[in-house]
């Protein structure tokens, strides 16, 4: 009996510990500047694109992030408002977020994908300040009927660089290296498309998340099937 309990506990703080982690990092509801930018929904600023708060395709209290971008082919939409979440590492596998599409891409391209800025403060390090890391995974807009999709994610994996290409966000973020980035100094969502054909989306309830590996949820089944099996054991 004391083991089962044992076992129980260990499920529920499992249970709880994704919830916290599945809180919003991102919900747009403040407009404020982020350093020495424009006041935008919680600190995000355009680069080569227009960003504003808005109502359409909110899916975590009342607002969203517009996101338009004209004729530009690569651009960006970055804030320097880092939540502790993105300066917890190790643990933060992906970027989850709900994105709302409008009218279906006009062309053959359009991605969205990640880039975090860091400072490399170790000691022993480099001593540099906003070194630049972008990530391969990119999620595909072009194609997709309109309308809002619920949990989608990008994984932070994979580094394409500059900094430390083929490492993962955990590898480059941490306290341990002298070449670590210690700090998360800026995020930006990226969208790279075809030039001169324009697109809107509307993103909201972004969080940094830990997404279990495949063998941590096959073991946590297990379990639950154990305790299933005791308890009609017992019970017989």
């Known amino acids: 009996m004391r083991h089962r309990l044992v076992c129980v506990a260990t499920m529920v703080a499992i249970a709880f510990s994704a919830a916290a982690v599945f809180a919003a990092d991102y919900s747009f509801e403040v407009v404020a500047p982020s350093g020495a930018n424009p006041p935008g929904p919680d600190g995000f600023f355009g680069l080569g694109a227009t960003v504003s708060q808005d109502t359409i395709g909110a899916t975590d209290l009342l607002h969203s992030m517009k996101y338009d971008v004209g004729v530009g082919g690569f651009v960006g939409a970055r804030t320097e408002i880092v939540p502790p979440t993105l300066n917890n590492p190790p643990g933060v596998t992906d ?6 599409i409008p009218a279906t891409y006009a062309d053959t391209f359009a991605n969205m994908g990640v880039t975090i800025f860091g400072h490399a403060l170790n000691p022993g390090g480099p001593g540099t300040f ?6 391969l995974n990119e999620y595909p807009i072009a194609g997709k009927a309109p309308g809002t999709y619920l949990n989608q994610k990008i994984n932070l994996g994979t580094s394409v660089g500059p900094y430390r290409p083929g490492e993962s966000f ?3 973020f941490g306290p341990v290296d002298p070449n670590d980035l210690t700090v998360a100094s800026a995020f930006q969502f990226y969208i790279n498309k075809n030039v001169l054909t324009p697109i809107t989306v ?4 972004v969080r940094f998340v830990s997404v279990p590996e495949p063998a941590t949820l096959g073991l946590v089944g297990m379990g639950a099937v154990v305790l299933g099996a005791i308890g009609r054991r017992r019970r017989g």
């Open 95 to 100: 970027v989850m977020f709900d994105i709302t």
């Open 130 to 135: 906003g070194n630049q890391v972008q990530f």
């Open 170 to 172: 955990n590898q480059i």
């Open 202 to 205: 509307y993103i909201d309830n």
